[in-house]
């Protein structure tokens, strides 16, 4: 299986905050990789998929980048509503996902 | 708009089997793959399998003996069946759709609002 690490597992940051997360595979994934946002007592929400690709609805201050095994997503200005937890996810083989970020303030 | 809901019971007993249906509205299940996730606090997000309605399910190595996923077209909806369940298996399960051609694959673009399954004596 491929392993997913996501790094840091907490961040703590203000509201304008520009931050990052990022995210490794454990073997190339080429881009087969989604980002997705978590509210406590809700689904995960796909934030970015194909490595880079907001989806849409999404607001323009997320961006991912990134292929083959090393990712990052990054909130431009943290927003009150952006503190969260966040989970990237590869497709490659299988659905594999990292153990999450908690964005904190 | 396209929306997935989980059903099926909330506590189960140690060694029996674990059924939840997914019943999905505003989109057809003959379209994008299907799948089940799992979340606990311990391992976090795991995917358990999914299935397309023509094909073969495909199921994670590390619950393939035990799980089944099937697919009801006529109902729109779709099932997921886990046998001897531990302590282990309590967790929140979601169904999602993964996004099909334009996402590449297997990323999730509807999730159900999740439902919380003990395992339980």
């Known amino acids: 299986d491929i392993q997913m690490t996501q790094s840091p597992s907490t961040l703590s940051a203000s509201v304008g905050d520009r931050v990052t997360i990022t995210c490794r595979a454990s073997q190339t994934i080429s881009n087969w990789l989604a980002w997705y946002q978590q509210k406590p007592g809700k689904a995960p929400k796909l934030l970015i998929y194909?490595?880079?690709t907001l989806e849409t609805g999404v607001p323009s201050r997320f961006s991912g980048s990134g292929s083959g095994t090393e990712f990052t997503l990054t909130i431009s200005s943290l927003q009150p509503d952006d503190f969260a937890t966040y989970y990237c996810?590869?497709?490659?083989?299988?659905?594999?996902f990292g153990q999450g970020t908690k964005l904190e303030i | 708009q396209v929306q997935l809901q989980e059903s099926g019971p909330g506590l189960v007993k140690p060694s029996e089997t674990l059924s939840l249906i997914c019943t999905v509205s505003?989109?057809?299940?003959?379209?994008?793959?299907w799948s089940w996730i799992r979340q606990t606090p311990g391992k976090g997000l795991e995917w358990i399998g999914d299935i397309y309605h023509s094909g073969s399910p495909n199921y994670s190595p590390s619950l393939q003996s035990r799980v089944s996923i099937s697919a009801d077209t006529s109902k729109n909806q779709f099932s997921l069946k886990l046998s001897s369940v531990t302590a282990a298996d309590t967790a929140v399960y979601y169904c999602?759709?993964?996004?099909?051609?334009?996402?590449?694959?297997?990323?999730?673009?509807?999730w159900g609002q999740g439902t919380l399954v003990t395992v339980s004596s």
């Open positions: 194909k490595a880079s």
């Open positions: 996810q590869q497709y490659n083989t299988r659905v594999g």
């Open positions: 505003g989109a057809s299940i003959r379209s994008n793959y």
């Open positions: 999602a759709r993964a996004g099909g051609f334009t996402y590449g694959g297997d990323a999730f673009d509807f």
